[in-house]
C-alpha cells in the first residue's frame, strides 16, 4: 500500500519561509511524478508544483513562481517543497501526491498525503 506523509507545515510570517517533506512509503517514487496541491478555506484545491519522474520537468503555478522550488531525492524516497517569501495568501493545507501521467499531473493525481497546514500571518 503506497503511502505518502507530509511534513514541515507551521505557522510563519509573511516574508518568512518553510520546507515541506513528503515522505513515501510502500514503493520507491522511481517512475512518479511527484506534486504538491493546497486547498485554502472555502476555496478549491489547487495546484502549486510538480516534479518529473527523472526532476528534469518541472511545473508551478504562476503563483508560486520564483518564490517556491520543488525537488525529490528518490533514494530517501522523499520529495520537498522549498517556499520563501511566503504570504498570507499562501495559508492552506498542502497536499502532496503521486501520478505517473505527466500530461494531467497539474489536476490529477493516483495517491494522495493527508496533508499539512501551513499558515501564514502577515
Known amino acids: 500500500q503506497v503511502q505518502l506523509v507530509e511534513s514541515g507545515g507551521g505557522l510563519v510570517q509573511a516574508g518568512g519561509s518553510l520546507r515541506l517533506s513528503c515522505t513515501v512509503s510502500g514503493r520507491t517514487i522511481d517512475g512518479f511524478h511527484l506534486g504538491w496541491f493546497r486547498q485554502a478555506p472555502g476555496k478549491e484545491r489547487e495546484f502549486v508544483a510538480a516534479?518529473?519522474?527523472?526532476?528534469?520537468?518541472?511545473n508551478f503555478a504562476d503563483s508560486v513562481k520564483g518564490r517556491f522550488t520543488i525537488s525529490r531525492d528518490n533514494a530517501k524516497n522523499t520529495m520537498y517543497l522549498q517556499m520563501n517569501s511566503l504570504k498570507p495568501e499562501d495559508t492552506a493545507v498542502y497536499y502532496c501526491?503521486?501520478?505517473?501521467?505527466?500530461?494531467?499531473?497539474?489536476?490529477?493525481?493516483?495517491?494522495w498525503g493527508q496533508g499539512t497546514q501551513v499558515t501564514v500571518s502577515s
Open positions: 516534479n518529473s519522474w527523472s526532476g528534469r520537468l518541472l
Open positions: 501526491a503521486a501520478g505517473r501521467r505527466w500530461s494531467v499531473v497539474t489536476t490529477e493525481a493516483e495517491y
